[in-house]
């Protein structure tokens, strides 16, 4: 059945290679392999708990990570909790995470509640915002940071196992060396201050893994946590491809359900689209339009490049997608398949959504 997400394993296996070989061997940085582009698909998960360089696997919904926890722990793996836990998901975050990110001392009491009740150790990863202003506690706070280290560590049943920041997300802000080196600055002082020694200092996500082929990743940070790096083999801080990977491990194809000749232009007066939205159109004459069967509810129009170069993709509506096939060599038909590789947005929503089939290279 179309529309399908074709997921090459062994490509994707070979990407894993790719990325551990910078992220651990030249690098010297602990492997944490982030499950939430592919909505933690589990022949990738098994794969992934499979290879032998991966440390952790992460993913922002413990949904997610419910499904593999047990066969990651027996594997050796430990499984971490990303997104900033909500109350109501406390007990499960503790059954299921062995690590989770935080920065909320309400929270964090929270956890060592229930970590005490179910007779468990949980390891609590600081967040520190340097700037990008997603989650974390502010860098330049100093005390409230002091003050939640100090917390995390004298709480019963959590372990302060160490710092974090996340970059490039929604201030799009670039891992340099000197913003991670206030990171590397930060987890010293709490080692200092505590007498303890903080066992991670992660240093962001795909945006990254380019700091360490140009030798300037602080060498105090020890950890990255990598999802598009390693699904899509992208270096997110500048878009770069990352030797040793490829783009096109996942195959999204749908089918043609209408081909006719038509105006570039639509007729009458202008309104919104079926988004609300006041649309531009570019004069291209009579131009021969595809329709295939997938839509925004599947995918991201805006994060899908066809694999045949000559076809544009015009937009699209809920259920339809309009592309120009007016250049293509191939004599497209009713019918007939085509494909793209996707992007970041391309791969979350084609795979959360039930409407494409996964398919299992
Ligand atoms: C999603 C996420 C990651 C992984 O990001 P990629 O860009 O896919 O590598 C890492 N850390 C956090 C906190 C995340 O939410």
């Not at 005490?116 to 915002?129: A, C, E, N, P, S």
């Not at 974090?164 to 990171?183: E, F, M």
Request: aromatic fraction near 6%; hydrophobic fraction near 40%.
């Amino acid at each position: 059945m179309y529309p399908r997400l074709n997921i090459d394993i062994e490509k994707l296996r070979s990407n894993l290679d790719g990325v551990a070989k910078i992220t651990k061997e030249q690098g010297g940085c602990s492997l944490m392999i982030v499950t939430k582009g592919l909505c933690a698909e589990p022949a990738m998960t098994d794969m992934v708990i499979g290879h032998p360089a991966v440390d952790f696997l992460a993913d922002s919904r413990i949904k997610n990570i419910r499904t593999y926890a047990g066969k990651a722990r027996s594997a050796g793996k430990q499984t971490l909790l990303l997104r900033l836990p909500m109350e109501c998901e406390i007990q499960e975050v503790i059954q299921y995470a062995d690590i989770s990110f935080n920065s909320e001392p309400e929270t964090i009491k929270l956890l060592s509640q229930e970590a005490t009740k179910q007779g468990r150790t949980h390891k609590v990863v600081l967040m520190i915002d340097l700037g990008d202003l997603r989650e974390g506690i502010f860098f330049k706070n100093e005390e409230d940071i002091y003050n939640t280290a100090e917390l995390i560590h004298g709480l019963d049943n959590l372990e302060l196992y160490g710092i974090a920041v996340n970059l490039t997300c929604y201030g799009a802000i670039i891992p340099k060396n000197d913003n991670l080196s206030q990171l590397a600055q930060w987890a010293e002082n709490i080692e200092q201050k505590l007498g303890i020694t903080l066992q991670m200092v992660s240093g962001g996500n795909s945006s990254s893994i380019y700091l360490i082929g140009k030798g300037e990743l602080p060498e105090k940070i020890n950890n990255l946590r990598l999802g598009e790096a390693f699904l899509l083999g992208n270096d997110t801080a500048y878009g770069s491809k990352l030797p040793g990977t490829t783009d096109d491990a996942l195959i999204l194809e749908a089918q043609i359900v209408e081909l006719k000749e038509k105006p570039s232009l639509p007729i009458g007066e202008v309104g919104v689209d079926a988004f609300g939205q006041k649309p531009y159109y570019e004069d291209r004459g009579i131009i021969k339009r595809a329709i295939i069967a997938i839509g925004q509810q599947d995918t991201d129009p805006g994060s899908m490049e066809p694999l045949d170069e000559q076809m544009d993709i015009l937009g699209a509506s809920s259920d339809h997608m309009i592309l120009d096939v007016s250049k293509c060599t191939k004599a497209y038909k009713v019918g007939d398949v085509v494909s793209f590789k996707v992007g970041y947005g391309g791969m979350l929503k084609t795979a959360t959504s039930p409407y494409v089939e996964k398919v299992i290279k």
